[in-house]
């Protein structure tokens, strides 16, 4: 059935029915440089979880641990104001790039047209041929030939779709982790249900729904009109030079041959002419395809392009304007707090916390003891020792039933120390340590020393 022409969605046909698409394949400088770019994203994202920067996947979410790793960055559980900075980077990164480029993510950027365009729709073409024949293979009745393709081109659905899914388990459960999961589900049962129910998600993705997640699921379509303007680069026809379409005659006319190669490249079915529509990705299948038909006419490329409503509406275009300067701002300001944040940080971090439910033990030689506990994160990449001695009181000591304090790059421990000193006579007094290790690290720690008529409250600790 041919696509409806009035102003429902493209995929949507006169009796409610959905209406398949098949969009012809076309290449261009645009479409060139959105797969280079996709090729980037699709090796990064399959290659992080896998691959080890400094001794680390360079991405994983050791959620066990509670560390996140991030090509060479190590945030540990007390880090977790850091996503802030990052989640303020996303939004306003979004608000901005949105502001000026318009719908540039969803082009360009995001894994669902990332996926469908540079993997699976080439996969489609190389097993059922090109639009004209697949449209053909999918009316024929059911054949051997015909069971055979769909079955073949399933098949390498699957496999793509497994291997997305194993990579995105292995954010999780590292790269050994996933490889037992699937070798044994009963170890990591939760891990494999996730590694089958993103798989079948994303089958039913490459093989049915495909453009109905940015027409129908995905919001962002919904509130880019908030975000943009008409000062706001997008894909837009140039009315003014186009119209009235038709083959040219002596010079009259527009530059608009109503060829509709624009419609027929179309990944969500669109036709471009009509206007800024929420359907459009901003993938600019449409330019490449027009501009060749421009080319082949000898005229000018342009014709469908990216501009703003006000450019194309005769208005100079404006890049630069208020709501850009909020948005970047504020972006800037994020991306600096989080580097700054990053790098100022603290190596290490040290905490002393009161043992529960002793608060302290007097000695046989009539010393008075307190417990408490050491905890050590050592966030840099070296194994380091650590020793702790007492500052004040003169007549106090520290002791510990461990002998070497020894951390791990990238670990935490705790360790128990043993505060020592003469009955004081007052219930409460302070006790200053310093703790120091074998690469230069040095801290002081304040802490108070209980005695008699002293009760310590169950969460009490002292912080460096």
């Not at 303020?88 to 669902?112: D, E, K, N, Y």
């Not at 990579?167 to 494999?192: C, K, N, W």
């Not at 997008?234 to 041959?257: A, H, Q, S």
Request: hydrophobic share 45%.
């Amino acid at each position: 059935m041919p696509l409806a022409e009035n102003d429902t969605v493209s995929t949507l046909g006169d009796e409610g029915q959905r209406v398949w698409l098949y969009p012809l394949r076309v290449m261009g400088r645009f479409v060139r440089a959105r797969t280079a770019v996709s090729i980037v994203l699709v090796a990064a994202l399959l290659a992080a979880p896998w691959i080890e920067v400094l001794g680390h996947p360079a991405m994983y979410f050791d959620i066990e641990h509670r560390r996140f790793y991030f090509w060479g960055l190590t945030l540990f559980a007390t880090d977790a104001s850091y996503l802030l900075f990052l989640f303020g980077a996303f939004i306003f990164g979004v608000f901005f790039f949105t502001a000026v480029f318009g719908r540039v993510w969803c082009g360009w950027l995001c894994p669902q047209t990332v996926f469908l365009e540079s993997v699976i729709r080439p996969i489609e073409e190389l097993i059922e041929g090109p639009p004209s024949r697949r449209k053909r293979l999918d009316a024929e009745p059911w054949s051997a030939r015909k069971l055979f393709r769909k079955g073949l081109k399933l098949t390498a659905f699957l496999v793509v779709a497994g291997a997305i899914s194993t990579t995105f388990t292995a954010y999780f459960l590292g790269a050994h982790g996933v490889i037992e999961a699937q070798a044994d589900p009963g170890s990591h049962p939760i891990g494999f249900a996730a590694f089958v129910a993103l798989t079948g998600v994303l089958m039913f993705d490459f093989a049915w729904f495909r453009e109905q997640t940015c027409i129908v699921a995905c919001p962002y379509g919904r509130f880019q009109s908030v975000l943009m303007d008409g000062d706001s680069l997008t894909i837009g026809y140039d009315v003014g030079r186009g119209e009235p379409r038709g083959k040219p005659k002596d010079g009259l006319g527009g530059d608009c041959v109503d060829c509709r190669k624009c419609v027929q490249v179309c990944p969500t079915g669109i036709d471009i002419r009509k206007g800024i529509q929420m359907e459009c990705v901003n993938c600019a299948a449409c330019i490449d395809a027009c501009d060749g038909i421009m080319d082949k006419i000898g005229r000018p490329r342009g014709l469908i392009r990216y501009a703003s409503l006000n450019s194309l509406a005769g208005s100079p275009l404006r890049l630069v304007r208020p709501r850009v300067i909020a948005y970047g701002l504020a972006l800037v300001a994020v991306t600096v707090g989080f580097g700054a944040a990053v790098t100022l940080r603290e190596p290490i971090e040290v905490q002393v916390n009161r043992m529960v439910n002793a608060p302290y033990v007097t000695l046989p030689d009539g010393r008075i003891q307190n417990m408490l506990t050491l905890r050590v994160s050592n966030k840099t990449a070296l194994v380091r020792h650590f020793v702790v001695q007492t500052l004040e009181p003169s007549d106090g000591e520290v002791t510990s039933p461990v002998r070497d304090l020894a951390v791990g790059a990238g670990q935490v421990a705790s360790f128990p120390l043993l505060l020592i000193r003469p009955d004081p006579g007052a219930a409460r007094s302070r006790f200053s340590l310093q703790v120091s290790d074998d690469h230069g690290y040095r801290h002081r720690l304040e802490t108070v020393f209980l005695a008699h008529g002293a009760a310590a409250p169950a969460d009490e600790g002292t912080r460096p």
